[in-house]
């Protein structure tokens, strides 16, 4: 009996789907701790794939090796991008921006892109990947686009929609969305400006600001607003962003 069970348990593991990680990136807490916002885990375990938010590390060898055995990449939100990055000078509106972040979030959607893993790119997230990739941002929307829509509640409330963006056809965004126009969150004040190589623009609100890109393959998505809080907050239909990132990374896995 004891053979019979030691026999049929391997067997028993190979049919089993195996759950894909999901690499969350991370902030720091208040005591220097690897931190992300529990709505991001919810959002993988909802979509069937197992969230890790992931170490922090400043040197290229240590994001790769933080990066071994994770299948698929989110890169969160959080404060502004150093204009160095895209070679500008700070904009008086520039936020506050986050040093040891930048150099993390670079290496990580750079060596995950490189090692063609999904990625889904949130708010700074999208921010960041565009920018990795040789694009711009513009440093502060209320300043340098006029007649731009609100972007950014002044009570902070993340997630209440608040503009609606269309939707290009034949993108991530429209299989997801399944409809041409669609309402969205919106917690930022930089957004994409020149888009980099190899990107397409796939959702934009009405005062043209770019809302989500994607690579050309589409295993690459970033989205300006917040879909992890939407879903929280019962937007149902942001589900399939998570979900094809978690069957993205069981795809490379066969
Ligand atoms: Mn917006």
């Given at each position: 009996m004891l053979l019979l069970l030691l026999a049929a348990g391997p067997v028993r593991a190979q049919l089993l789907p195996s759950k894909p990680v999901v690499g969350i990136s991370a902030a720091r807490s208040e005591h220097g701790q690897p931190y992300a916002p529990q709505v991001y885990a919810d959002a993988v375990v909802r979509a069937g794939g197992e969230p890790r938010v992931l170490a922090i590390a400043e040197c290229d060898s240590t994001v790769r090796h933080i990066l071994d055995g994770v299948d698929a990449l989110i890169l969160t939100g959080g404060e502004d991008i150093d204009p160095s990055y895209y070679g500008e000078r700070p904009h008086p509106g520039l936020g506050r921006v986050s040093p040891w972040r930048d150099t993390y979030d670079l290496l990580l959607v750079r060596c995950a892109v490189g090692r063609g893993m999904p990625v889904l790119a949130v708010c700074r997230g999208v921010q960041v990947l565009n920018v990795a990739f040789g694009g711009s941002l513009w440093q502060d929307i209320p300043a340098q686009i006029?007649?731009?829509?609100?972007?950014?509640r002044r009570d902070g409330e993340p997630n209440i929609a608040m503009h609606p963006v269309a939707i290009a056809a034949g993108s991530l965004m429209r299989r997801v969305a399944g409809v041409p126009e669609i309402f969205v969150n919106s917690a930022h004040h930089q957004s994409v400006k020149g888009l980099a190589p190899g990107f397409r623009v796939t959702a934009t609100a009405p005062?043209?600001?770019?809302e989500a890109i994607e690579m050309f393959d589409r295993r690459v998505v970033g989205v300006q607003f917040h879909p992890e809080r939407m879903l929280s907050a019962?937007?149902?239909?942001?589900l399939p962003l998570f979900q094809n990132l978690v069957s993205a990374a069981r795809l490379k896995d066969n």
């Open positions: 006029p007649g731009a829509v609100q972007h950014m005062d043209g600001v770019v019962g937007d149902l239909w942001v």
